[in-house]
């Protein structure tokens, strides 16, 4: 273990006591009924007290390395968000990122929240199909995108009316702009050095998160300003961002912990933080913490794990001797990983739980606190987590038995509702309790220790997939008649999407179907959605009322006993 440095959360058994969140508005600065927005408290804010010529970020892409100070994200976020004011974007539109990782997407996304437009951040790895439903349900008015994304935008603008804006970051000013396309260049724009910042509450709309569920489409997560609240200060206290360090948070923002901690946590802080933009290679990954002298590094376990394969020669050629604290998210983080990183940093990683729809870390292992590897740690002050049994949901009092990890709503960052689904909201309560759809134990300590999700999604290095989204992309296929979509375990990314497929008559099994079938996936929805493998069968196992029966497929998989499966035809 390196030496001792003082946590920013100090005793994690004295926070607890009459711990308040008002903590954090008053080290923000906010009182009940002012304006609160995202947008201005990380950039304009930071400016404001002083901060504006420190470093905001450091961005590395194939094209090379970028630097911006505080105050130029200040005026980039400005000139975007004047850009779209002038388009005629009003508050609560919804405009969707569709962009790499380049700097327009952090400045954009600050940018639309100043204009107090909902930010809808999409992967840019989706396809077509992905990015219709998702624009679709939102009914979003805009998109900003790159020309090589453009191309996915153009075939589905047809089925969305809403969709009035395609707004290139990129445009060379050679091919013409086709239907609906505008372009807007941040370098080539004039700065904007005031920007009146729609007047945000607590409770106006900010950021729209997609996410999967075991049934139906994805659904939108709708987050509010307020959530600053809860990400400032999770982000201080189990992140423990300080004034010097350089913070490295591998998250897309297409994904919550990319904007929570990958742009809100950090800038909200006046935090310097990194962003790489170039795939994942274990070289890579560890120049860039050691050219950086990255402090502070937020990642997952699938990468962790990838890390680990590559083994120790690519580490052994890196002075990593800056970084001080390490944390994870997205999937269970296996205790062979927290070991492998004490022995080769010399510091453990420190598991968080959360979700897109808890908007902020709810269990951690914090900085300071014993870490039991293969643990998610315990509940943040303020949150009041407890399983609890299925059928009841009554909090399980003996230590160690399995149930449902459930929350008291009411913390800062908590969902409001599902977008256009106040049905699925409302689901997720029951008994006075946020059901997360998660299974866990608790031990004799107050630990929690996950077990698994207690629905059908499968989460492949870290990124939940619907088995719903993946076979209805599969019956596009005309040769696909019926399948059925399950998670398959798998060494590095914990979990890969494998498919059953019955084919429909005249058609034959055949390895260049297998792989048509395939691609046909990955470009309709994405890489990590398409199957890893497809086993062509001639019927599924179905319940007696016809529904597929997801869960026998998925425990042949796993090599599990399904016992009596009567019970699970009762079930479904
Ligand atoms: O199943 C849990 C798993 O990821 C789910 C949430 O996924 P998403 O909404 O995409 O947000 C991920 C990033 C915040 C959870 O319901 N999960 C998340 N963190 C952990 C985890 N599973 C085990 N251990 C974790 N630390």
Redesign the pocket.
């Known amino acids: 273990m390196k030496g001792v440095v003082t946590s920013n959360i100090g005793s994690y058994e004295e926070r607890l006591k009459g711990f308040d969140w008002s903590i954090a508005e008053t080290e923000l600065g906010y009182k009940k009924g002012d304006d609160i927005n995202i947008g201005w408290y990380c950039s304009d804010r930071i400016c404001r007290m002083g901060s504006g010529a420190k470093t905001a970020l450091i961005w590395e892409g194939m094209s090379g390395e970028k630097r911006y100070t505080f105050d130029e994200l200040r005026r980039a976020a400005n000139a975007v968000a004047a850009y779209l004011k002038g388009l005629g974007i009003r508050p609560e539109d919804r405009v969707c990122l569709f962009l790499d990782r380049i700097p327009e997407l952090y400045f954009g996304f600050l940018g639309v929240l100043k204009t107090g437009a909902i930010a809808q951040p999409l992967f840019s790895a989706f396809g077509e199909e992905a990015l219709r439903v998702r624009m679709e349900n939102a009914g979003t008015r805009a998109v900003i995108t790159q020309r090589k994304h453009a191309a996915k935008v153009r075939k589905i603008i047809d089925k969305l009316p809403q969709l009035e804006f395609i707004i290139l970051v990129d445009h060379d000013g050679k091919k013409p702009l086709l239907a609906r396309e505008t372009a807007f260049s941040l370098e080539g724009c004039a700065p904007v050095e005031h920007f009146e910042c729609h007047s945000t509450k607590a409770e106006s709309p900010s950021v729209l998160?997609y996410?999967?569920g075991t049934t139906g489409q994805p659904k939108g997560?709708k987050h509010v300003h307020y959530s600053l609240i809860a990400q400032y200060l999770t982000a201080k206290w189990v992140l423990d961002l300080k004034e010097d360090d350089i913070y490295w948070c591998t998250?897309d923002p297409g994904?919550?912990?990319g904007t929570?901690y990958g742009i809100i946590g950090p800038w909200s802080q006046g935090i310097t933080q990194c962003v790489l933009d170039v795939g994942f290679s274990a070289e890579a990954w560890y120049k860039f913490i050691e050219k950086n002298k990255v402090t502070l590094w937020y990642s997952?376990?699938t990468a962790i794990r990838s890390l680990m394969k590559a083994g120790d020669a690519a580490l052994k050629k890196h002075d990593l001797s800056s970084l001080r604290h390490l944390a994870?998210?997205?999937?269970?983080?296996n205790s062979e990983a927290v070991l492998w990183s004490e022995k080769v940093f010399g510091l453990p990683f420190h598991?968080?739980?959360?979700?897109?729809?808890?908007g902020c870390?709810l269990?951690a292992n914090v900085p300071g606190m014993r870490i039991k590897p293969g643990s998610?740690g315990k509940p943040f002050p303020g949150i009041t987590a407890a399983v609890v049994d299925p059928k009841t949901h009554e909090p399980i009092q003996d230590a160690g038995k399995v149930g449902l990890?459930a929350i008291r709503p009411g913390w800062p960052a908590m969902m409001r509702t599902y977008w256009n689904n106040e049905k699925a909201y409302q689901g997720k309560f029951k008994n006075g309790w946020y059901l997360?759809?998660?299974r866990a134990r608790i031990d004799k300590d107050g630990y929690f220790w996950?077990v698994?999700?207690d629905d059908d999604?499968i989460?492949t290095a870290?990124?939940?997939v619907s088995p719903f989204e993946v076979e209805s992309a599969l019956l596009e296929h005309p040769a696909v008649g019926e399948s059925a979509v399950v998670a398959k375990p798998d060494e590095v990314n914990m979990e890969v999407v494998k498919a059953f497929v019955c084919l429909k008559p005249g058609f034959t099994a055949s390895f260049d179907l297998d792989l048509e079938i395939m691609n046909f996936v990955r470009k309709k929805l994405s890489p990590l959605a398409m199957p890893q493998q497809i086993e062509f069968v001639d019927s599924l196992p179905k319940t007696r009322s016809g529904k597929i029966m997801r869960r026998l497929l998925r425990a042949k998989e796993w090599g599990e006993e399904i016992g009596d499966t009567s019970t699970l035809e009762e079930e479904e």
């Open positions: 998160h996410t999967s997560v998250a994904w919550v912990t929570s997952a376990p994870s998210v997205g999937e269970p983080l598991d968080t739980f959360w979700q897109t729809e808890t870390i269990i998610m990890i997360t759809g998660d996950f698994g999700r999604v989460n870290g990124h939940l």
